[in-house]
């Protein structure tokens, strides 16, 4: 008898589920039908950033894999339609046709959830005027791009400078504006500790970007037309004809919530290893909504990114479709650039060694990405931390220019394998001088913590 797996949500996790499902299992096993509210399906919002400042050239370059190329899969797909319940004992999704505006409800044998996650949106007065946009999905992206064809003035204003908010910097500044991002942490890209923070936040400056610290927005202003004309922090006012936000998101749960299942401390799905809801043998959850376990530290955590999002559908779908499969956890990589400078991180900051209770210590050298001598040879900062007493590695971070940021895989398989700060040292890493000095200089940090190590005995 066949069976009926339901997927709710049409992006990374659930249609790499759905795909690697239908792999396995033929359509007259099992039927697969998935529910997204969007337009779009299998598409990377990483890549928005780029479509703006014009590195991409078109959303469409953006699609993996269109709806239409699902169904030919024998993948029911139904675009523009939103789950709105979720009925767990009875094995059940009610979902809205958001065109025609009709509702009803499907069974289903397995169910994944696959919902993604929101971007932060606080209730500021003025913060869903004319001139504010997000930038999670294809359609916000195409929304911002005809308000920049049509705004006549060119100051923007980003607020928030993560990921998301460095990234739109350079789109903008590259498309010839004025750009100045707000952010509340004492420096921008939180992801990284406040000294290389700092480094980002002065090279920023010279790129001509203005960012600004420490500053906590408290209302968006409007001009007598009732489009967006500044925004307002404790401290000062800061122009805008049009504003960006990039203040981080948060796992979209609320019908998991609705329903039940279990939630971590951020409100992502709790999981076991084959991504399996804890406590339901048939219900699987992926993607931006659900927490993993984070290896260095041992604990849950929040890692939003579109890799985990594609390895957690690949094992869904294998165990969906009768094999086995694991997603053993992260250690939490992750790159990003804004103009020519490159910042990657993984691993534990102090921050987080202090929270779960490591005592550490942590290094930081000035190093080049190829032989001092080579032409374009450019500047490198690396920073690093270490278990006191064991050496173990705990993180890396690092902030330089061509060549800086993918270092941080070889931090990345390091700290994955457990590996201590002097079994570092002995790495066979690629030589020549175009590509590295000698000492890569990742393995200059890992000297410098060896012997940070030693004196802390």
């Known amino acids: 008898m066949s069976e009926r797996l339901v997927v709710i949500g049409g992006d990374a996790a659930g249609m790499s589920a759905a795909s690697q499902a239908r792999r396995l299992r033929s359509a007259g096993e099992l039927e697969i039908v998935a529910f997204e509210r969007g337009h779009f399906s299998s598409y990377s919002a990483c890549g928005i950033p780029y479509w703006v400042g014009g590195d991409v050239g078109a959303p469409a370059e953006l699609i993996a894999r269109s709806p239409e190329e699902h169904r030919a899969r024998d993948i029911d797909l139904r675009m523009r339609t939103e789950v709105t319940a979720l009925d767990v004992p009875g094995q059940r999704v009610r979902h809205r046709d958001l065109e025609a505006g009709?509702?009803?409800?499907?069974?289903?044998?397995?169910?994944?959830?696959?919902?993604?996650?929101?971007?932060?949106?606080?209730?500021?007065?003025?913060?869903?005027?004319?001139?504010?946009?997000g930038v999670q999905t294809l359609d916000d992206g195409q929304a911002l791009l005809d308000a920049l064809e049509r705004t006549p003035g060119r100051r923007a204003v980003v607020v928030g400078a993560g990921y998301i908010g460095v990234e739109m910097a350079?789109?903008?500044?590259?498309?010839?504006?004025?750009?100045?991002?707000?952010?509340?942490?004492?420096?921008?890209?939180?992801?990284?500790?406040?000294?290389?923070?700092?480094?980002?936040?002065?090279?920023?400056?010279?790129?001509?970007?203005?960012?600004?610290?420490?500053?906590?927005?408290?209302?968006?202003?409007?001009?007598?037309?009732?489009?967006?004309?500044?925004?307002?922090?404790?401290?000062?006012?800061?122009?805008?004809?049009?504003?960006?936000?990039?203040?981080?998101?948060?796992?979209?749960?609320?019908?998991?919530?609705?329903?039940?299942?279990?939630?971590?401390?951020?409100?992502?799905?709790?999981?076991?290893?084959?991504?399996?809801?804890?406590?339901?043998?048939?219900?699987?959850?992926?993607?931006d909504c659900v927490e993993v376990l984070d290896l260095v530290s041992g604990r849950e955590r929040?890692?939003?990114?579109?890799?985990?999002?594609?390895?957690?559908?690949?094992?869904?779908g294998s165990n969906v479709g009768g094999g086995y499969a694991t997603f053993p956890g992260v250690v939490g990589t992750a790159v990003s650039k804004v103009c020519d400078l490159e910042?990657?991180?993984?691993?534990?900051?102090?921050?987080?060694?202090?929270?779960?209770?490591?005592?550490?210590?942590?290094?930081?050298?000035?190093?080049?990405?190829?032989?001092?001598?080579?032409?374009?040879?450019?500047?490198?900062?690396?920073?690093?931390?270490?278990?006191?007493?064991?050496?173990?590695?705990?993180?890396?971070?690092?902030v330089g220019r061509e060549g800086a940021a993918k270092r941080v895989d070889i931090a990345a398989v390091a700290l994955t394998a457990g590996m201590t700060v002097e079994s570092m040292t002995a790495l066979d890493l690629g030589y020549a001088p175009p590509f590295s000095p000698v000492w890569d200089p990742v393995l200059v940090a890992a000297r410098k913590a060896v012997a940070a190590v030693r004196a802390a005995e």
């Open 302 to 316: 929040y890692v939003p990114l579109g890799t985990h999002a594609n390895k957690h559908g690949q094992v869904i």
């Open 343 to 398: 910042i990657a991180r993984t691993g534990l900051r102090e921050k987080d060694a202090r929270e779960v209770g490591l005592r550490y210590v942590a290094v930081t050298i000035e190093s080049t990405s190829r032989a001092g001598y080579y032409p374009g040879a450019a500047p490198m900062t690396v920073k690093m931390l270490a278990e006191r007493r064991t050496g173990r590695l705990l993180g890396v971070q690092i």
């Open 102 to 133: 009709t509702e009803s409800w499907t069974g289903f044998d397995k169910l994944v959830i696959a919902t993604g996650a929101r971007p932060l949106r606080p209730p500021l007065p003025g913060i869903d005027a004319p001139g504010v946009h």
């Open 170 to 287: 350079e789109a903008l500044l590259a498309r010839g504006y004025e750009v100045t991002v707000l952010t509340r942490g004492e420096q921008p890209m939180a992801t990284l500790d406040p000294d290389m923070g700092r480094l980002v936040h002065r090279a920023m400056d010279g790129l001509g970007i203005r960012t600004v610290a420490s500053a906590e927005v408290t209302k968006v202003l409007t001009g007598d037309d009732g489009r967006v004309r500044a925004v307002a922090t404790d401290a000062a006012e800061y122009p805008a004809d049009v504003v960006v936000l990039g203040m981080g998101v948060r796992p979209e749960t609320s019908l998991a919530r609705a329903a039940g299942l279990p939630l971590g401390t951020s409100g992502g799905l709790l999981t076991d290893l084959a991504m399996r809801v804890r406590g339901h043998g048939n219900i699987w959850a992926g993607g």
